[in-house]
């Protein structure tokens, strides 16, 4: 007897391959969202850290706006004159801008020095001049400590040993 196959039969074989293949594809796209999805989180992490980072800079940007930076160097003006070059190469205004001699002042002029400091304000970029009176038996280096208040921070300091 000859296998038949009736028009129900061959509805249902199809119907369960249709289903059979519905089924992979589900499977197939979940296995995509859950793959998007895992990156779309790693993206989201990578821009976080990024975001940081920029708010992080501005805010480093920001303060340095504020910071006043005094520093100073010896001058050499004509054949053996020096003078002490005192500075603010900051981006901020500096207050009441001190100058300390720890390990005592041998070189600078007392009175230059007491006449000009402490600097009431010292503007970015600004400087002042401090007669300095080099011979043959002066040290070849001096320590000095800047204090100065800014926008940032009162009472900021800064030791600087500077060659002649």
């Keep these: 007897m000859?296998?038949?196959i009736g028009p129900a039969e061959i509805l249902s074989g199809i119907t369960a391959i249709v289903s059979i293949l519905a089924f992979a594809m589900s499977v197939y796209s979940?296995?995509?969202t859950v793959e998007f999805n895992?990156?779309?989180r790693e993206f989201i992490e990578t821009n976080d850290k990024?975001?940081?980072?920029?708010?992080?800079r501005e805010e480093q940007e920001s303060l340095s706006q504020k910071q006043a930076d005094i520093?100073?160097?010896?001058?050499?003006?004509?054949?053996?004159?020096?003078?002490?070059?005192?500075?603010?190469?900051?981006?901020?205004?500096?207050y009441n801008v001190r100058?300390?001699?720890p390990s005592g002042n041998e070189i600078l002029i007392e009175d230059d020095v007491d006449a000009k400091f402490p600097m009431p304000s010292l503007e970015p970029?600004?400087?002042?001049?401090?007669?300095?009176?080099?011979?043959?038996d002066s040290p070849r280096r001096m320590e000095m400590k800047f204090v100065w208040d800014d926008q940032s921070g009162k009472s900021r300091e800064k030791l600087l040993t500077i060659a002649i």
């Design 38 to 40: 895992r990156r779309q």
């Design 125 to 136: 970029q600004q400087s002042v001049e401090l007669i300095a009176a080099v011979c043959m």
């Design 99 to 101: 100058i300390e001699f």
């Design 50 to 56: 990024l975001n940081s980072m920029l708010l992080d």
């Design 71 to 94: 520093s100073a160097n010896f001058i050499k003006v004509g054949a053996s004159n020096y003078r002490l070059k005192v500075f603010n190469r900051g981006r901020g205004l500096a």
């Design 30 to 32: 979940t296995k995509k």
């Design 2 to 4: 000859p296998l038949q």
